[in-house]
T-cell receptor, first 115, second 116 residues
Framework: GENVEQHPSTLSVQEGDSAVIKCTYS??????FPWYKQELGKRPQLIID?????GEKKDQRIAVTLNKTAKHFSLHITETQPEDSAVYFC??????????????FGTGTRLQVTL | GAGVSQSPRYKVAKRGQDVALRCDPI?????LFWYQQALGQGPEFLTY????????KSGLPSDRFFAERPEGSVSTLKIQRTQQEDSAVYLC??????????????FGPGTRLTVL
């Protein structure tokens, strides 16, 4: 089955700096890569996603890049703000047989934006 | 419109008790997923429904776990004879499209289960 690894596990940046979170996946058939933000005690919220037919997608301060050859994808947050502080999860789906759209998640990155 | 809702939000059970967790997906969503999230970990897949059909239950940890979605909307996850290792947050997610390919999933707030 799919295996998703995520780094770093914790990330501390100063307000206004950029943050980058990286993930790798194992199943070359995976074709959908969402990113979720989860604040303490809250539901995971979809913040951006990318499909395998594109290499980059941007939405205001958030961007995601995908390298299918290397099976890497990354989340980039620019001009970080204190409200960006949360745990971020990457995920992958669509590969292999069976339920193609079940999500396999990384282990999460705790981002702390300091003033 | 209303998002995915789950109830109860918190559940404390004594070891050996049965529990039932409810998920109300977004109206009209075809796909419904259950995930288990242990403390400090990412969610892990448990089971998937397309309408009322349970198409994948490969993630259910044991035969003590049972899920249903009899009318293709509300779903219930039942855990029999709960054990301490069942303590986790149980998340439900729904998606407007059937499984296969791109499938945005929208999560509920979860039920935090604590087994004493």
């Amino acid at each position: 089955g799919e295996n998703v690894e995520q780094h770093p596990s914790t990330l501390s940046v100063q307000e206004g700096d950029s943050a980058v979170i990286k993930c790798t996946y194992s199943d070359s058939a995976s074709n959908y890569f969402p990113w979720y933000k989860q604040e303490l005690g809250k539901r995971p919220q979809l913040i951006i996603d990318i499909r395998s037919n594109v290499g980059e997608k941007k939405d205001q301060r958030i961007a995601v890049t995908l390298n299918k050859t290397a099976k890497h994808f990354s989340l980039h947050i620019t001009e970080t703000q204190p409200e960006d502080s949360a745990v971020y999860f990457c995920a992958a789906s669509g590969g292999g047989t069976g339920t193609a759209s079940k999500l396999t998640f990384g282990t999460g990155t705790r981002l702390q934006v300091t003033l | 419109g209303a998002g995915v809702s789950q109830s109860p939000r918190y559940k404390v059970a004594k070891r050996g008790q049965d529990v039932a967790l409810r998920c109300d997906p977004i109206s009209g969503h075809v796909s419904l997923f259950w995930y288990q999230q242990a403390l400090g970990q990412g969610p892990e897949f448990l089971t998937y429904f397309q309408n009322e059909a349970q198409l994948d239950k490969s993630g259910l940890p044991s035969d003590r776990f049972f899920a249903e979605r009899p009318e293709g909307s509300v779903s219930t996850l039942k855990i029999q004879r709960t054990q301490q290792e069942d303590s986790a947050v149980y998340l439900c997610a729904s998606s407007p499209r059937p499984a296969g390919g791109y499938n945005e999933q929208f999560f509920g707030p979860g039920t935090r289960l604590t087994v004493l």
